[in-house]
């Protein structure tokens, strides 16, 4: 059975540029959350998405948005991309709300 | 507000054990979960406890009071592999609005 993939693995933007990631889950699982880590502020939870709908959102400005498709896969979207958004973005799918797989992660470094 | 209280860094021996405390004040807390995370990898399951006591698997075992707000993660046999960070995270669920708050990880180092 395959894991979560995360696309692009590694991404260099500049600032004020914008930036999709992409985030297929495991066969099967319909939920689909994002964090950001950071070395000083650890993970901390973005969004979740489930059947194509946004069910729950952290604290972060709406420059962070994303979307869930009808398959399940998911993208998130940063614009006007700051320095302090260079971060190592995980995509995690679940199937049940005791669980939750972690893909590998896209380190984003913004210039 | 929510707050998760782990240290930030321990070393043990290997061969021998460790327990990773985590305290948590949360509201509508619906279970607690522990991840392994190795350098440049992403987090790994390791166990989820919503009910009070002791869960084991293999060499590691979790264990949770909800009344005091209080888990910890033990690891046996210790080996240079167990070198890792190892995260407390809690789900909490108010008014509708369910999301995992992760502590910040307490890195383990495992001497020889």
């Known amino acids: 059975k395959a894991g979560v993939t995360q696309t692009p693995r590694y991404l260099i933007k500049t600032r004020g540029q914008q930036v999709t990631l992409s985030c297929s889950p495991i066969?099967?699982?319909?939920?689909v959350s994002w964090y950001q880590q950071t070395p000083g502020q650890g993970l901390q939870f973005l969004f979740e998405?489930?059947?194509?709908?946004?069910?729950n959102k952290g604290n972060f400005p709406g420059r962070f948005s994303g979307r869930q498709f009808s398959n399940s896969r998911s993208e998130m979207n940063v614009s006007t991309l700051e320095l302090g958004d260079s971060a190592l973005y995980l995509c995690?799918?679940?199937?049940?709300?005791?669980?939750?797989?972690f893909g590998p992660g896209t380190r984003l470094t913004v210039l | 507000g929510q707050n998760i209280d782990q240290p930030t860094e321990m070393t043990a021996t290997e061969g021998a054990i460790v327990q990773i405390n985590c305290t948590y004040q949360?509201?509508?807390?619906?279970?607690l979960f522990w991840y392994q995370q190795h350098a440049g990898e992403a987090p790994t399951f390791l166990s989820y406890?919503?009910?009070?006591g002791l869960e084991e698997k293999g060499r590691f075992s979790s264990f949770l009071s909800r009344s005091k707000g209080y888990s910890y993660l033990l690891l046996k046999e210790l080996q240079m592999k167990d070198s890792a960070s190892y995260l407390c995270?809690?789900?909490?669920?108010?008014?509708?609005?369910?999301?995992?708050?992760f502590g910040k990880g307490t890195r383990l180092h495992i001497l020889p």
């Open positions: 406890n919503v009910l009070d």
């Open positions: 995690a799918s679940s199937k049940t709300r005791n669980e939750q797989f």
């Open positions: 949360t509201s509508g807390f619906n279970g």
């Open positions: 995270a809690v789900r909490v669920d108010m008014n509708r609005d369910d999301k995992i708050i």
């Open positions: 998405y489930f059947s194509e709908t946004q069910r």
């Open positions: 066969s099967g699982h319909r939920s």
